[in-house]
């Protein structure tokens, strides 16, 4: 499983040690706006910069507009970039049919395609047909909207064989996580706080610990 970081915050983007090799950086207009970049081509242009600094090897970053001309000219710009950076651009669009111009817009400029917010079943069979390289599914989202996750999240592994790989986001537990690993999901993208909490576990903490006092308390009775 691919790990990428879900975070336009550069300064987060730094993790400790433990953490197992990032691929690179998922991004949405959210995250880019949370950090306090433009969304725009000056924002994403910072940010391929910053992910190269970062040797991380690929970014994906979503249009802010759905006009397919605008989206054209923006992403043949930030392909530009990425390739003189030696960064795999990823460009992230919503699975939704009103983007289905700006689709076709980005597949003419030969480049990977992730369809994020997949919901439901139906958007993943369309995906599928678009010829999307990725779909990312918010898994808490669609608990927390009372959705059959896992239903959809074996559909979604099911899929990768002749279509597009799942990335799984808004995983908020350990639990999911090991949940998606064990269907076998392409990748996950992760908050980094959420990532940097992962890397020490108290179970872990708490077997060191009696093995410290075992040691000691046998090197004390000789």
């Known amino acids: 499983m691919k790990l990428y970081i879900d975070s336009a915050d550069v300064a987060s983007w730094r993790l400790p040690l433990g953490a197992p090799r990032v691929a690179g950086v ?66 992230k669009l919503p699975c939704d049919p009103r983007w289905t111009e700006s689709i076709a817009a980005v597949q003419q400029l030969g480049l990977p395609i992730l369809l994020t917010g997949l919901s439901n079943p139906l958007q993943l069979l369309w995906a599928t047909e678009k010829r999307a390289q990725w779909v990312a599914p918010y898994v808490g989202r669609l608990d927390a909207a009372g959705r059959d996750v896992w239903a959809l999240m074996r559909a979604c592994v099911q899929a990768q064989a002749t279509g597009p790989g799942l990335l799984a986001a808004s995983v908020k537990s350990a639990d999911v996580l090991a949940q998606l690993m064990g269907l076998g999901a392409s990748a996950v993208t992760l908050r980094p706080d959420f990532i940097a909490s992962l890397c020490t576990d108290m179970v872990t903490l708490n077997a060191i610990a009696q093995f410290d006092a075992d040691t000691e308390a046998s090197l004390a009775s000789r």
């Open 26 to 91: 998922t991004t949405n207009p959210s995250l880019v706006n949370q950090a306090g970049l433009s969304v725009d081509l000056a924002g994403y242009r910072l940010l391929i910069n910053e992910v190269a600094a970062h040797n991380f090897s690929e970014v994906m970053l979503q249009v802010p507009t759905s006009d397919a001309a605008e989206n054209a000219q923006l992403v043949a710009t930030l392909n530009e970039q990425a390739q003189s950076c030696q960064v795999k651009l990823t460009i």
